[in-house]
């Protein structure tokens, strides 16, 4: 799990801990908590999808370079790899001694 995981899990656990003690400990009637429980999950559904819609569209944006970065690297790491090898191939190697 990622540190952006946690930190969103820790501030939803926290911001529905808090709503649902606020609401809770209110001295209001049983249907109207009820109202305000459903038009706070509304509220709270809502920010949640539009956090997860951001948090999409930069999860696409890092692919998306990522995918652009190592498209070169693919190439850079097999020139420097056949380079390499070719370099070893023409190197001689010292003969063996038998002292």
Do not use: Y
Not at 20 to 46: F, M, S, V, W, Y
Not at 70 to 85: A, N, T, Y
């Amino acid at each position: 799990m990622t540190t952006l995981n946690k930190v969103l899990i820790g501030t939803m656990s926290g911001l529905v801990a808090g709503v649902a003690i606020g609401i809770l400990t209110a001295p209001e009637k049983g249907k109207d908590t009820r109202d305000k429980l459903g038009r706070q999950a509304a509220k709270l559904k809502r920010k949640i999808e539009e956090w997860r819609g951001h948090l999409s569209n930069e999860l696409d944006e890092m692919e998306e370079a990522f995918n652009h970065e190592i498209e070169g690297l693919k190439d850079d790491v097999r020139q420097k790899v056949l380079r390499m090898i070719e370099e070893k191939k023409n190197k001689k190697m010292p003969e063996p001694s038998l002292s």
